[in-house]
């Protein structure tokens, strides 16, 4: 399916929550939409034979941050990405659990490196850092630094 | 008269009383009478089966870890001594060296007692289990219950232990041993009453003079089976080491022990491995003896019983090790359904063999049945 | 050797024994009747006889004998604890197989810390497993040892900067032999465990 | 007391590797479980924002050290395709040979681990001495036993070396005949089966629900593997059968894999002969020399330093031993790469360890979780 013809069908069914379908190597396109929206997108991708979801990720553009969602298609032997612009002061997108439960882990892990808030996520909790662990690595404003000299211990004789 | 481990013994003895009682003046020779020289030797005696006993249970580690090598393709020890035979000596020094950590919550006295019990319960079984002529025939009739009563000691012990530990994982591998070991026992047992009722005793020494040429295993080979497969799950070895199952349980119910603690448990394993073998060769493969058709020259060197006796636990052992590498482990429940379901019935009907071939008398393969007064 | 032999109340002091522990009573107040001397004597003897004996043991006896074979079995069956890390655990798995076969070292990977006396740092340590690879290491008995296998458990590796990892895992616990290599080959965790044994031979505690 | 709640981790036998498993047990019955992980975050996708586009391979062989070289590959695809470069077909046939490498490599590795988990002892010595024969040949082509930095955006550092492929072909013909030696170790034990039959069972409808991939989905009777499905290197070019089954169970998973071997070495068969008779370059001309590749054409290092690399997004996905992984690359223009984000099979599949060790034995434990194969490397990246 092209992306053109694909954008025409999810148009029919979302209308305004999507923004663009761009053209995707290796996939059937991109799916840019509103975040506001993103349950009924969740759910229509599902029901168009996506019901495989791989990979949550998030992308820090300073400005704004983006969430893609890669879904996969069994039916169509076919990938697809969901992608959408959240701003940085509100990085509020509605968790995808209740459609594709293997998105739990996934976006714990997004929202630990990204601060990205899951509206409805059923655990978000820390994942792969401590419990309490007070910042996002994968912000652009993280930076990594030569570690501080510590002391080295010694076997006490 | 052959030369036995106790005739030895008993020379010593009277060797030192003699040359103690004629330094001695007059009043003092008495104690070179035979009341103190039997006194001596049963107690040199004691000592040799205590250090020979052990020099065996280690040298048996040795032996399993070259052959488990062997299985796997690869060499096991090989730095320390020839072959690595030292290998098991220097585990065992350094881990009387090292700390015994106590943890806080766990109980002093079962902590203590339980791996020192369980040691001190195998190695009682050394005196009891007979490995060559004249061992204590006439002593102890009831030698094979004795041995048995004991052996199954264990249990106790090792709950003991795991308990006082205060360990998730000890508590499980001892609720575990405890499971399967009573389990055991009762195909175990039964499958002894096979042989004794061939054999119409209770006495090791009498059950092994009556095999010289008419092994047990032959005709009671269901039996043997029987009591082979309980004796690996009283023993603990693969495929039945489910209360020290590495993969799921640490180290199963010494995971809280280390030092010479350790050490204990990992001996009275080997000594209970060897105790283990030393049956199946008593009851079932003819003891110390060789059939007569064998050459007497090969039967009849000093301390012939014992040399055949050892060769054959060890070749006995072999085939655990055996085991050990091609078998994989069964779960607690399989063991225990095996254990009821499988293992008493099979029991039960080598009894019921054991008293055709006792009402048979003579049987067309083996040969008649020595001892019934036939 | 003369410390061995029982000193006489008014003799030398005993080897190692300090000036205020034997100083006789004799000598500080003459004005003591003479059987409350002989009391005296006879209870300092006791001490005098312990500290004589311990230090024997202690100077001739332990460096002589007992040391050296203590060191002899430790050094040769080092028991490491069974615990991967990362890469290094694998190429650590691989120094048990039949290739290398670790054992004819007399090395046996023992799953609990209590039987363990060698910890093999197989790989990166993060900030959060840090805490409990302390444990880890107090949890081992006395005497212990610790090997840093790879550059990460050396100094952090290519990770060094990253923001959750312990950079070498010598701030943690102290470490006695470092192995290079990312990861190591078998023979270097071989030879850094050979070296390990040239450490305890000569090690006097 | 009846429940009690036990940490497996993240020192425990079971493990093999740095995670917590907390199993909450009724006797010996698990009751919950909830796997705690990140003890091996090393945070490889934020240094990767500091690295240059070869120097993240370094990393990759690191990220997850069982297969390094299928994570290498799926980065540089995502990586070529966001700088729009494309290797020379050699290149495409010698990476898809060392992915089945590393495929056989890594089954091994999970086969030797598996059985002990069972208590099996000696096929665990068996695995590891075959696996180290794959590891030779790569050592013989990239210099390395476990991290290889062999592929270069544009193609592979080095061609093979000479009689690689005879060599190659041996190690091919040995592993055939142990693979009949392991089944027999395995199949063939009563209670091998005993324990394995019915264990850890996972529906395909589970599977797809939690993004359970690789040998763990296609043991419940779905055939899906990237490699048909969705076809890259030269793969599209190759004849081999998906293998699959249908229990579900950790039996299942056992066959599959042993299955997905023999297609290893069939597939590694084809390549070899197909690399006798075609000669050719190793590394796509025009690569920028920031890059870092040896290869770069002489006297035009400065290529593209001159302009600005035009901006891209690269998205990979293959069929890695223990699932499907993905890459997702943005380019941005500069030196090194934007943003990396990887997807790993292994963390999905643990994801959903409640599912498939809710009802059994603790004894299961090791079993179950030595079925699913667990590279925690790449699970916490």
Redesign the interface.
């Given at each position: 399916m092209e992306p053109g013809e694909w954008e025409r069908t999810l148009r029919a069914s979302l209308g305004e929550a999507v923004v663009a379908v761009e053209p995707f190597a290796g996939t059937r396109g991109r799916v840019r939409f509103r975040a506001g929206r993103a349950l009924d997108v969740f759910r229509t991708v599902h029901g168009a034979g996506f019901t495989h979801l791989s990979m949550v990720g998030a992308i820090d553009w300073v400005d704004h941050r983006e969430v893609f969602y890669v879904v996969w298609s069994d039916a169509a032997k076919e990938y697809a990405i969901l992608s959408t612009d959240v701003p940085a002061d509100q990085p509020r997108v509605a968790s995808a659990t209740s459609v594709w439960p293997s998105a739990n882990w996934h976006e714990r892990e997004a929202w630990e490196m990204v601060d990205i808030q899951f509206e409805g996520h059923p655990d978000l909790r820390h994942l792969l850092m401590p419990d309490g662990y007070a910042f996002h690595p994968l912000l652009r404003s993280f930076k990594l630094h030569e570690p501080e000299e510590l002391e080295v211990k010694v076997r006490h004789v | 008269m052959t030369v036995t481990l106790y005739s030895v013994a008993q020379s010593i003895a009277q060797a030192i009383l003699g040359a103690i009682a004629s330094v001695l003046p007059p009043a003092g020779r008495g104690v070179a009478s035979a009341p103190v020289v039997t006194g001596l030797a049963v107690l040199l005696f004691a000592a040799i089966l205590l250090v020979a006993s052990m020099l065996n249970t280690i040298v048996l580690i040795w032996f399993e870890r070259k052959l488990l090598g062997r299985f796997m393709d690869r060499r096991g020890a090989m730095h320390v001594g020839f072959a690595g035979i030292l290998q098991n000596f220097a585990d065992g020094l350094k881990l009387a060296r090292k700390d015994t950590v106590r943890p806080r919550e766990a109980d002093t006295l079962g902590f203590w007692t339980g791996p020192t019990a369980y040691l001190v319960t195998s190695l009682i079984l050394f005196g009891i289990l007979p490995v060559s002529s004249g061992w204590n025939s006439g002593v102890l009739p009831l030698s094979l219950l004795l041995a048995l009563a004991i052996f199954s000691f264990a249990p106790l012990f090792i709950f003991v232990s795991a308990w006082s530990s205060n360990n998730k994982y000890s508590l499980m591998g001892g609720m575990r041993s405890a499971a399967q070991m009573i389990a055991y026992e009762v195909p175990l047992l039964l499958s002894v009453v096979a042989v004794v009722l061939v054999s119409g005793s209770f006495d090791l020494t009498t059950i092994v003079e009556q095999q010289q040429n008419y092994w047990y295993g032959g005709p009671l080979l269901l039996a043997l089976i029987v009591f082979v497969a309980a004796m690996l799950a009283e023993m603990e070895r693969i495929p039945f080491d489910l209360p020290e199952a590495e993969a799921e349980l640490v180290e199963g119910w010494n995971t809280e022990y280390g030092g010479m603690l350790f050490a204990f448990f990992m001996l009275s394993d080997y000594v209970r491995a060897l105790v283990g073998s030393y049956l199946v060769v008593l009851l079932f493969l003819g003891g110390w003896t060789m059939p007569t058709w064998v050459p007497s020259t090969l039967t009849s060197f000093p301390l012939a019983g014992i040399v055949w006796f050892m060769i054959k636990t060890y070749i006995v052992f072999g085939v655990f090790v055996w085991v050990r590498a091609a078998l994989p482990r069964v779960r607690t429940d399989q063991l225990l359904r095996v254990g009821w379901n499988r293992m008493i019935p099979l029991a039960l009907l080598s009894v019921v063999l054991a008293a055709g071939v006792v009402y048979a008398k003579c049987l067309p393969v083996f040969g008649c049945v020595p001892g019934l007064g036939g | 050797m003369s410390a061995s032999t029982p000193p006489s109340p008014t003799a030398a002091p005993a080897a190692g024994a300090t000036a205020s522990e034997i100083e006789l009573p004799v000598i500080q107040a003459p004005a003591v009747p003479f059987v409350e001397i002989e009391a005296l004597r006879s209870r300092e003897f006791i001490p005098a006889a312990k500290e004589a004996l311990t230090s024997m043991i202690q100077e001739q006896g332990q460096a002589k004998l007992i040391r050296p074979v203590f060191n002899w079995a430790g050094r040769n069956s080092l028991f490491p604890l069974h615990w991967g890390l990362a890469c290094c655990a694998i190429e650590f798995a691989a120094a048990f197989g039949a290739r290398w076969d670790a054992e004819r070292f007399g090395v046996v990977p023992r799953s609990s810390p209590r039987q363990c006396d060698l910890l093999i740092v197989n790989g990166t340590v993060t900030w959060k497993v840090a805490h409990k690879l302390i444990t880890l290491y107090e949890q081992m008995p006395e005497p212990k040892w610790v090997i840093a296998m790879g550059n990460c458990a050396t100094g952090g590796g290519p990770f060094r900067t990253a923001y959750s990892v312990v950079p070498g895992v010598d701030k943690l616990v102290p470490v006695d032999v470092y192995i290079a290599g990312c990861p190591p080959r078998p023979e270097a965790m071989l030879d850094g465990i050979l070296r390990l044994e040239d450490l305890i031979r000569t090690r006097k505690e | 007391m009846s429940e009690?709640w036990?940490n497996?981790g993240?020192?425990?036998?079971?493990?093999?590797?740095?995670w917590n498993l907390r199993v909450k047990i009724d006797g010996?019955l698990i009751v919950d479980a909830d796997p705690e992980?990140?003890?091996?975050?090393?945070?490889?996708?934020?240094?990767s924002e500091?690295r240059h586009y070869n120097e993240v391979v370094?990393?990759m062989?690191?990220c997850c050290?069982?297969a390094g070289m299928s994570w290498e590959h799926l980065y540089i695809l995502a990586s070529e395709?966001a700088l729009s470069i494309a290797p020379p077909e050699r290149a495409e046939y010698i990476r898809t040979m060392a992915d089945e490498f590393q495929r056989l490599g890594s089954h091994l590795?999970w086969y030797?681990a598996f059985?002990?988990?069972?208590?099996?002892?000696?096929p665990f010595?068996?695995g590891?001495?075959d696996?180290?024969l794959i590891l030779d040949l790569f050592q013989s082509f990239t210099g390395a036993?476990?991290?290889y930095e062999y592929m270069r955006v544009g193609g592979v550092r080095n061609d093979l070396p000479p009689g690689f492929t005879d060599r190659a072909r041996k190690v091919m013909d040995w592993l055939v005949d142990r693979f009949r030696e392991y089944d027999a170790?395995c199949l063939g034990?009563d209670?091998?089966r005993?324990?394995c039959d019915g264990l850890g069972v996972l529906s395909q409808a589970q599977c797809?629900?939690?993004?359970?991939?690789g040998p763990m989905l296609r043991s419940a009777g779905?055939s899906?593997d990237l490699r048909k499905?969705?076809p890259y290197s030269a793969y599209d070019r190759l004849e081999f059968d998906v293998a699959r089954a249908d229990a579900g169970d950790v039996t299942a998973r056992y066959l599959v894999r042993m299955e997905e071997m023999r297609q290893s070495v069939r597939i590694v068969r084809q390549i070899l002969d197909w690399l006798d008779t075609h000669p050719g370059p190793v590394m796509a001309e025009r690569v920028p020399r920031w890059l870092g590749a040896p290869y770069a054409p002489i006297g035009r290092e400065d290529y593209l330093l001159k302009r600005r690399y035009p901006k891209g997004?690269g998205?990979?996905?293959i069929e890695e031993p223990h699932g499907?992984a993905?890459a997702?690359v943005?380019n941005e223009g500069g030196e090194h790469p934007?943003?990396v984000?990887f997807?790993s099979p292994v963390?999905?599949n643990l994801?959903?360890a409640k599912h498939y060790l809710v009802g059994y034995?603790?004894?299961?434990?090791?079993p179950i979780m030595g079925s699913v194969d667990i590279c925690?490397?790449e699970c916490?990246r």
């Open positions: - | - | - | 009690m036990i497996m993240p020192q425990h036998p079971m493990t093999h590797g740095l010996e992980m990140g003890y091996l975050h090393r945070g490889i996708e934020k240094i500091d370094t990393l062989d690191r050290y069982v395709q590795m030797a059985v002990q988990d069972l208590g099996l002892m000696s010595l068996y590891m001495r696996r180290d036993r476990m991290t170790l034990s209670i091998f005993k324990r797809v629900e939690l993004g359970v991939t779905s899906r499905d969705r997004v998205f990979s996905a499907e993905q997702y943005v934007y943003r984000k997807r963390f999905a994801s959903a034995h603790v004894a299961d434990i090791p925690v490397g916490d």
